[in-house]
């Protein structure tokens, strides 16, 4: 590595790499191992559990959480629910790559999540008719500020939204991936 080797200085005599440099290097080197693991942790899924409400008044607006493991939500019936608005994709994506590395197909009941594991299921409720589908989180999305889940075109076809391009919707994680 460049930052290692002996510099030379005019007359031929070596230097040592200043000590600043080497430390820049380490601390750099520490936190891509910190966003790697962060990001293995994104993609597994992780629910906060409220542990207690603050005491002090000038605590009112904080709250501790735990995260709790996949096994343990499961034992205690907790499940990832999020309220928001979907949109839907098809023709511009139809035939492309997903996320999960299958083609895309807007025929096929799918979704776009920007967390949710790929190759999980996924219940998804129009809040507007009550009308539910369920669909296999195989991409990564939306990328439009204020969605939380994208939809293929049959699934948009089947809670009813095709034609105003979004819907207030409630997603429920069913299961997660077997991957």
Sequence with gaps: ???????????????????????????????????????????????????????????????????????????????????????????????????????????KLTAAHKTLPLGSKARVTNLENGSAVEVEINDRGPFVEGRIIDLSRAAAGALGFVKSGTAPVQVELISASSN
């Excluded at 510099?7 to 600043?20: E, Q, Y």
């Excluded at 430390?23 to 750099?28: D, G, H, K, N, T």
């Excluded at 709250?63 to 034992?75: F, I």
């Excluded at 309220?83 to 999960?100: D, I, M, R």
């Design 1 to 107: 590595m460049f930052l290692f080797r002996r510099l030379s200085a005019p007359g031929g005599v070596a230097k040592k790499p200043p000590v600043i440099q080497l430390v820049i290097v380490s601390l750099m080197a520490q936190s891509c191992t910190a966003i790697s693991g962060l990001s293995a942790k994104n993609d597994q899924s992780l629910a906060l559990t409220p542990v207690s409400s603050a005491t002090n008044a000038g605590d009112a607006n904080i709250q501790k959480v735990n995260a709790t493991s996949d096994s343990l939500q499961k034992k205690r019936g907790v499940k990832h629910n999020l309220s928001g608005t979907a949109s839907w994709y098809g023709p511009g994506f139809h035939g492309k790559k997903t996320a999960s590395g299958e083609m895309y197909d807007q025929n």
